[in-house]
């Protein structure tokens, strides 16, 4: 079964074309397709606000935030109605972008988003989206490349598995996307003595568990090119050497005040990522 209820991030953004572009993909398969526009404005904003009492310049930049936002849905839904989408909405929300589409995609199977572009000269509090909504929405991302379209999505699936509570959660959730894949491939990287993760990874072998579900994988152990080779940067050139236009993996981090802790290869694929990912956390 296809994912049902999928929700896309929608703003102006040079990035935005793709990801609604795989997020359409993902709807003609039969799932319902939300386009949510977040406005920027924090919903707790407006509570705190004097009773009867209103602030002329924040209601002047709100409209104006609003038809921004109206604008980019426009297009979203005339991409919709040319993809012949049975199901689909398109959503202005009041809040900024991080809180909304946590909130929001809570209710939907799996959220759409791009990669941050550092170069995009958007606004400063958008390069941590990703890493906000992965750890906070509890729910899968499917991250999108900020550059180029992408000619297919889930033929050829790389899933990082490592016995880890995040990877199997991340395992379960791709399922929708594994069932429809030509090729699923899990791959673990040796990092050396000392650590249990090989023999963790083999005694909770995944593939009967997946067989079960209709999908064949092979898995394989990988060694680093050398010892101080980052497993995300070996993970990376393994997806490109398998020509896989899909990596599923756990995200692994936390928050704390005022900033995100992702950890090592999870950062290292915020970054880097060559091809669409799909996390969990």
């Known amino acids: 079964m ?16 793709a990801r609604i572009g795989v997020a359409i993909a993902l709807a003609r398969q039969g799932g319902h397709l939300s386009g949510v526009a977040p406005t920027g404005v924090s919903r707790t904003l407006h509570p705190n606000l004097p009773p009867g009492q209103t602030d002329p310049t924040l209601a002047l930049h709100l409209g104006f935030l609003r038809e921004q936002a109206q604008a980019a849905l426009a297009g979203f839904s005339a991409r919709c109605e040319a993809a012949g989408l049975a199901g689909y909405a398109a959503r202005v929300i009041d809040d900024d972008a991080g809180g909304g589409l946590c909130l929001h995609g809570r209710v939907a199977d799996v959220i759409v ?9 958007g606004p400063s509090l958008l390069a941590d ?29 790389l899933v990082s598995w490592d016995a880890s509570r995040q ?3 991340a395992l379960h959730l791709a399922l929708p996307l594994l069932r429809q894949a030509a090729s699923v491939e899990l791959a673990l990287f040796d990092t050396g003595p000392g650590s249990h993760t090989v023999a963790e990874a083999q005694a909770a072998d995944p593939r009967p568990y997946l067989a079960r579900h209709g999908i064949e994988a092979r898995f394989a152990v990988h060694a680093l090119a050398h010892k101080r080779q980052p497993v995300g940067e070996a993970l990376l050139a393994l997806a490109a050497q398998k020509n896989a236009d899909l990596l599923v993996m756990g995200a692994y981090g936390h928050s704390r005040v005022r900033e995100t802790i992702l950890g090592g290869v999870t950062r290292t694929l915020f970054e880097s990522m060559s091809l669409p990912v799909l996390m969990a956390h």
Do not use: T
């Open 2 to 17: 296809a994912y049902q209820s999928i929700l896309v991030h929608v703003d102006d953004s040079p990035s935005a074309a």
């Open 113 to 121: 988003l791009s990669q941050s572009d550092p170069d995009d000269g």
């Open 129 to 157: 989206l990703p890493a906000d909504v992965v750890l906070h929405a509890g729910k899968p991302v499917l991250m999108v490349p900020y550059s180029g379209e992408r000619a297919s999505i889930g033929q050829r699936v």
């Open 167 to 169: 990877a199997a959660i």
